[in-house]
């Protein structure tokens, strides 16, 4: 499957900069492509200077608002961003339009973090923009939750975020939830890591895309996963997860031959693997409420059997009884097994639901904030009426 990537304000940027490089790699080790363009897009030009990977070239790191913000962001102003977006779309889209290999584009990926200003607001306005455009084409959110900390310290954050979650999933085909929390849970060291965060983030992004753009026969599974069984579980509130299990690289002889004994190393190995992709989804939710569910086993062709695939259906349909599921086989990799996991159309996800709650009450004292802001500038402009001013 071949994604055009764009990222909005600094995560969003960097993020598609991380997809830049999975497709570097993909292009390296593979050779094929996945990633038909990434883009970063901000109103702040400092931002997009720290990217390594996406093209520096100003059809690819795009700047927007440069009048309104003059190149220093929108200080989490969400409304802002979402002004901004709407004003500077056109640029956008032209500049994703004229990309090299854009017709070869299944479907877009925007991402952004939902707590900042520029991200969150940009990115319901920009899939909206992209469906109208391109009613063909499906457009995938990917959306970053904030961190425990920055919810503690700042009340915009509650609210950025509820306002980007409720928007995006009123206009994108699939969102796909992440949760910084998540990645420092088991290592705390991880929040002081972004780019290794990012990296976590996008892994699991590798072999789903690839597998479905393989052209050699002995690469190609028994069931290949393409762009449209992707495209078919992908729809709502969405989690993805990655799990990897080693396997030795050298077996004694008698371990070759087909018996019982290596069957049920393989299917311990899988089954280890599709534990912890279950377990270390992108967002906590619980699988029972998804609809739509799909796996993707990629391992050494001969490791490969119809065992170990059914096994891991099985497994599936045990967490995610509810689920239409989708699987694929992908005979790759060296001494690994690994599974890639996505549950979509999940019907209730908490913390969605529970941003939604804890806004309510802020949503009113943002207002009023507002409202005295305006009426503090205008009691000031009104003093000033009878000033003459110089321009
Ligand atoms: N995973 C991850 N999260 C990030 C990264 N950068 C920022 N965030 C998170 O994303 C949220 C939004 O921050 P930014 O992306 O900096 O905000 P912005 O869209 O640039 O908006 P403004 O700076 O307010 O104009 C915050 O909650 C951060 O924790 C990143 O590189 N990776
Ligand atoms: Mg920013």
Known sequence: MKLAVIGFGQCGGRIADEFARLNRRARGQRGIEVI???????????????????????????????????????????????????????????????????????????????????????????????????????????????FEHEEETEERTIYNTAVCLKSVYSVADAVFLVDNQRYVRKDFSLRNNIAKINELIVEPFYNLLCAGEEKKAKHI??????????MQTLSGWTAIGYGKSPLPLIRLPFERTRNFRKKSIETHKGIQAMDEATSELSIHCNPRDSARALYLITAPAKEMNMDLIKELGDYLRGVAP??????????????????????SQLRDVEKVRTYYARSAGIVEAIKRKQETAARRLSVTEEASKDVPTLL
């Open 322 to 343: 509810e689920a239409i599921i989708r699987s694929g086989d992908y005979p790759r990799e060296r001494g690994m097994i690994d599974v890639t996991v996505i549950l």
């Open 221 to 230: 599974g028994a069931k290949m996963l393409d762009a449209g069984d992707i």
């Open 36 to 146: 038909t363009g990434a883009f970063a897009v901000n109103t702040d030009t400092a931002d997009l200077s720290g990217l390594y990977t996406i093209k520096p070239d100003y059809q690819h790191r795009i700047i927007i608002g440069g009048e309104k913000t003059k190149g220093h962001g929108v200080a989490k102003l969400s409304e802002l961003g979402a002004e901004i977006a709407r004003e500077d779309s056109d640029k956008v889209v032209d500049a994703i339009r004229s990309a090299k290999r854009f017709f070869e584009t299944d479907a877009f990926l925007l991402v952004a973090g939902a707590a900042g200003g520029t991200g969150s607001g940009a990115l319901p306005i920009m899939i909206q923009q992209l469906k109208e455009r391109y009613a063909d084409k499906a457009v995938y959110a990917l959306i970053v939750l904030p």
